[in-house]
């Protein structure tokens, strides 16, 4: 069972409100990959697409989210159900007699080899299930061609589940038999092994709007249609037509094999496209010219009334952007402004809107600005802008790369210089507020989707700059995730995190967290942090990390080691007699191509040791969408069902959705089951999230809203 945050319905409102403007696109199958009715097809989505499906036809129901990872290669995680599993056929030694409804969660990978163009097709290489327990497992290379603009076909070659109906012989030898045991293993001997058999099929664009589909499957349903009847299968026939809407969703209509009606809804989300076209909001002050400066003399600016006039009129311009003014100093013909950020979501622009601010409120002897973003108290790195390149540069065409070019991104000290002016009520400040909160619990098979609604106060106390006293409590108002009634199987060393139904079932109201955490930056490239206290709804103790950043380059190390106790189930004061000390050493790289990767090597709440790896792809408004995976010394038996944890996480943030600036954003991360094995501390604010956007190579990825 996972707890989790999750999307909420107000994102697939977005999602549906992407148009595609009378625009062609490849179409889904029933299993959520690019397809035609219930088999692959050779296309792929445009790149970056991100795609949610919901089928359902006889007994079987699937659920798919897919990422079109890179312009060839796409990966999906499917959840599907199946009802009548054991009705005719459950013998006692079946792993899976014991359900009524079989659910089945699998991953899916897909190639594409060739891209069409005049005389070749589409070709695509595919792995469905390659990860799970093996029963809904199959193989194919599919071929897909278009005629005109309106005729597109498909043929391919299937092994697996796609090699079962109209089988051509086995030209790679025979196929192991499926061994379900605890899934979750790749499965290199069954790939393209067995039976293989062909498939193909037709689609017609009737209008616009409109497809017709038809398609000869190779999939005999062994399992479902043949061993457990739970539907008959007459023909390897399907028909169907699918509709898209004016608001962006596919419904499909279809029938199949002979026996069963199918329906399809099909959302598929583009992050290079705001569904409201772009950033709603306040413009940005016209730039102010040296020679509209303010008259301020010589003495004035270097009084301190002057310099506190310029920072109040600094913060009064900012302020509106949600940009507070941690700091303000002058030295000769420079003004150092450091900043934090709490609404924007792009820090380029803030960047740009601090440097139109100084060249308002600076006399005309101050050519040089530089600015400080501040990140828990601490300044992460310079960005220097000489006042003509701003003034010169406003309505140059090519501005953005100009304004780049003339740029410089520095290193800078955590602190601001001893004669800095600093803002005014900052230090100490008590911020508070009540939200609503969604946490959800997703597949026990026993109740697939699980939800708690209720309310989160958070409050939060600066008492300096970089340390802070900070908290968070729930009070459920409705829900069910308490009436699981599937206790832990766990077979590891400690459960430290499979009795998660528990902490929802009895913390009611829950203190989440209660924490000090102080932030330093003992070097240019160093920052620290200690936070203790309670530091999440399952663990309180002692979290210190170590960060090593230089600000111009891609790559960063970390290390981060924690002492901590497990506390009541509960989430109040009290604790059980579980302790441990977990941490890790960790790598990140940050590619070009808005790729992200870390790598994390350590030790795991239940004291297993291993690594995780993470992989995500970020675009340029902030959406992230990755996968990751864990691997340590707990055996598959130790671990249970999944052999080992992994799992997919999206971010959207609000301001995508909305159009308005705001640092919000909507996290979901899916995994196939929340277990025990190489489950790590979550801790908030840890040093690489906080400081990352900061750095040249992130700034350099969103620079095209400096003068937005």
């Known amino acids: 069972m996972t707890i989790l945050k999750t999307l909420p319905a107000a994102t697939l409102c977005a999602l549906m409100a992407q148009t595609a ?145 109209g089988s051509i012989g086995a030209p790679f030898g025979a196929r192991p038999k499926v061994s379900v045991g605890q899934g979750g293993n790749l499965r290199f001997g069954e790939w393209f092994r067995g039976d293989a058999a062909p498939f193909g099929g037709v689609e017609y664009a009737a209008t616009d709007r409109l497809t017709l589909k038809a398609e000869y499957s190779s999939d005999a349903y062994l399992e479902e249609a043949g061993l457990r009847q739970t539907f008959e299968r007459k023909s390897p026939l399907n028909f169907g037509l699918e509709y898209r809407s004016k608001r962006g969703a596919t419904l499909g209509l279809y029938s199949l094999y002979g026996s069963e009606i199918g329906f399809s809804v099909q959302i598929l989300l583009d992050p290079k496209r705001s569904p409201t076209g772009g950033q709603v909001g306040p413009g940005p002050l016209p730039v102010r010219t040296s020679a509209q400066a303010q008259g301020w003399n010589a003495a004035s600016v270097s009084d301190g009334a002057g310099l506190a006039a310029m920072r109040d009129q600094a913060q009064a311009i900012l302020g509106k952007d949600g940009i507070v003014v941690e700091s303000l100093g002058l030295s000769g013909g420079t003004a150092q402004l450091r900043i934090r950020n709490t609404r924007l979501d792009n820090v380029p622009q803030a960047i740009g809107r601090s440097a139109r601010a100084l060249a308002y409120v600076m006399p005309a002897s101050v050519q040089r600005f530089e600015i400080v973003p501040v990140k828990q108290g601490v300044g992460t790195s310079k960005v220097v802008i000489a006042r003509n390149d701003l003034e010169n540069l406003e309505f140059a065409a090519g501005q953005d790369a100009k304004m780049r070019d003339r740029v410089l991104v520095l290193p800078v000290s955590g602190r601001p210089a001893a004669n800095a002016l600093r803002g005014e009520g900052l230090y100490p400040k008590l911020t508070y507020g009540i939200s609503p909160y969604v946490a959800t619990s997703l597949f026990d098979p026993d109740a697939p989707l699980q939800a708690n609604f209720g309310l989160r106060l958070k409050a939060r106390y600066d008492i300096a700059p970089g340390l802070f006293l900070s908290g968070s409590a729930t009070k459920k108002l409705i829900g069910n995730i308490d009436g699981s009634n599937r206790p832990s199987n766990s077979k590891a060393r400690q459960r430290v995190r499979s009795e998660a139904y528990r902490y929802a079932d009895e913390g009611d109201p829950a203190l989440e967290t209660l924490t000090m955490a102080w932030y330093a930056k003992p070097s240019d490239s160093l920052y620290t942090r200690v936070t203790a206290g309670y530091l999440e709804p399952m663990y309180a103790g002692i979290s210190t990390e170590l960060l090593w950043q230089q600000v111009d380059k891609p790559y960063a190390l970390g290390v981060e080691v924690n002492y901590v106790k497990q506390r009541d189930f509960d989430q109040l004061f009290g604790f059980q007699d579980y302790s441990t000390v977990t941490g890790h050493v960790s790598g990140y790289y940050h590619f070009n191509n808005g790729f992200q990767a870390q790598l994390d090597v350590g030790r795991y709440l239940a004291g297993d040791v291993g690594a995780t790896f993470s992989l995500d792809r970020e675009f340029a408004n902030g959406i992230k969408v990755g996968a990751f995976a864990t691997l340590t010394d707990m055996s598959a038996a130790e671990f249970g069902e999944g052999s080992f944890d992994k799992g997919i996480k999206i971010e959207v943030p609000f301001a995508w959705l909305t159009g308005r600036p705001t640092q919000k954003a909507n996290s979901l991360v899916l995994r196939p089951l929340l277990r025990d094995g190489g489950a790590r501390l979550n801790v908030e604010g840890r040093l690489y999230d906080t400081v990352r956007d900061t750095q040249q190579t992130e700034m350099d990825a969103a620079w095209g809203r400096f003068w937005k």
């Open 21 to 165: 403007q009378g625009e062609i696109r490849p179409s889904l199958a029933l299993t959520g990959v690019t397809g035609l009715i219930d088999m692959p097809s050779g296309d792929q989505q445009s790149d970056g697409m991100l795609s949610f499906s919901k089928s359902l036809f006889g007994p079987i129901g699937r659920t798919t989210l897919t990422f079109q990872v890179t312009p060839r290669l796409s990966g999906s995680f499917r959840y599907s159900a199946t009802h009548a599993w054991n009705d005719v056929y459950a013998p006692a030694t079946d792993p899976t007699a014991k359900f009524d409804t079989y659910y089945d969660r699998s991953f899916d990978l897909r190639y594409q080899l060739t891209k069409e163009s005049k005389y070749v097709p589409a070709i695509t290489v595919g792995l469905q299930d390659f990860i799970g327990t093996g029963i809904m497992a199959g193989e194919y290379v599919a071929a897909t061609k278009t005629f005109g603009e309106k005729l597109k076909l498909t043929a391919g070659l299937g092994w697996g589940r796609y090699g079962s109906y």
